[in-house]
Structure formats: structure tokens, C-alpha cells
């Protein structure tokens, strides 16, 4: 699978919070995990990502006083899901799902430890202005495609998948090794920005 350039993939957040009896549970996300251990085997480089917030991280809707999780605020990089705690650095809820090869992964990016801003995307931070050091990482091995798996497929899927179209990586996303939390239509909201970002879409792999 090497053909037209370097390919790496690219695993979102399978971890605890997100999955079964999670903080954070996406439906059914404990389903994609053998489909993704098998995919790893077919690439040359393989990375996780781990959303790794601190205790007390501003995303968390505990910290803010008359708010619930998934309300929407205003934050100075713009609006803000509230989610519950979840992923908080060191917890059994923020360590990979224990079913997930993790053997394979050259490299772990972790996002989302800056208190004051949350992190959706495995390249940047939402203030679209820091970067994780993926990008860096990627010209270094020659990438040219980016197959993305994970969860959840309409935040941290959808927003790593756009940050690397718009970076020029040629973008698959798998979405039969992806769930969503769907809140407000935003699996529908993210399908559609995708395909007009001209990210190929494909159920299975290969
Ligand atoms: C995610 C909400 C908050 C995700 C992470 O991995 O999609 N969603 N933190
Ligand atoms: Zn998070």
C-alpha cells in the first residue's frame, strides 16, 4: 500500500472514557477495535492519538457553574461543547481501550493537556493556532495519505481529517472502523464537510 507516496494511519482516541461504561461513551465504540487491530498491520507507520486532559480541564462542564454537559459556550477561541470529565491524564478512563494494539503505534500524540483550551484535532488545539507536532512528524516519514479511524467520527475524526486535507494529505477515512456521538446532526454536519473537503469516505479496508 505504498504506492503514490508513504501512508500512515491515523487511530483517534480509542480510549476507555470513550467506549463501554465510559465518562464519555460513544454508542457502540468498543466495536471498532478488532477491525482496527487489523488495519495496523497494513501500514508502514501507525499513530494514536490520546485525549489527555488535566483535572479540572475548561472543556469540562463540572467547572462552570449553571452549565451541563453538552451545552455550548462561548470560549475566547470560540464556541465550546461542555463535556463531562473525561480523560483526565493518569486515569484508567483516559488509557487505550484494553483490547487495542497498541504495539504497533510509532507515536502516541497526546491533546488536549493545555487547561484553558480544548483539543479535538490530532494537529492542532481549537484555537487553531498551536500545534500538536503531528504535522512535523509526518513530512519527516514523507506521508502523503492519511487513513483515520477512531472516535468519535464527528469531532476528533472529523476535525484531524479536515486539519489534514486543508494541510494537503490525502485524506481516507474508514467509516466502518468509526462511531459517532451525534449530538445536534453533527455525524450528518461532519459527513457532508468531509465529502466537500474531497476526503474519500470508504466503509472498510482495505
Ligand atoms: C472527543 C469530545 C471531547 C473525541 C474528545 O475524541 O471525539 N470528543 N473530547
Ligand atoms: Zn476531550
Known sequence: MNSGGTSVLLVVDMQNDFCAGGALAVPDGDAVVPQINQMMAQFEHVVLTQDWHPPGHSS?????AGNE??????????????????????????????????????????????????????????DHATPTGLHGYLHEMEAKKLVIVGLAYDFCVFYSAMDASMLGFDVTVVTGACRAIDLNGSKDAATKAMLDAGIHLVESWP
Open 60 to 64: 469540562f462542564a463540572s467547572g462552570h
Open 69 to 126: 454537559p453538552f451545552d455550548v459556550i462561548q470560549m475566547p477561541y470560540g464556541e465550546q461543547i461542555l463535556w463531562p470529565d473525561h480523560c483526565v491524564q493518569g486515569t484508567s478512563g483516559a488509557a487505550f481501550h484494553g483490547d487495542l494494539s497498541t504495539d504497533p503505534a510509532q507515536l502516541v500524540i497526546r491533546k488536549g493537556f493545555r487547561p484553558a483550551i480544548d483539543s479535538y484535532s490530532a494537529f492542532s488545539e481549537n
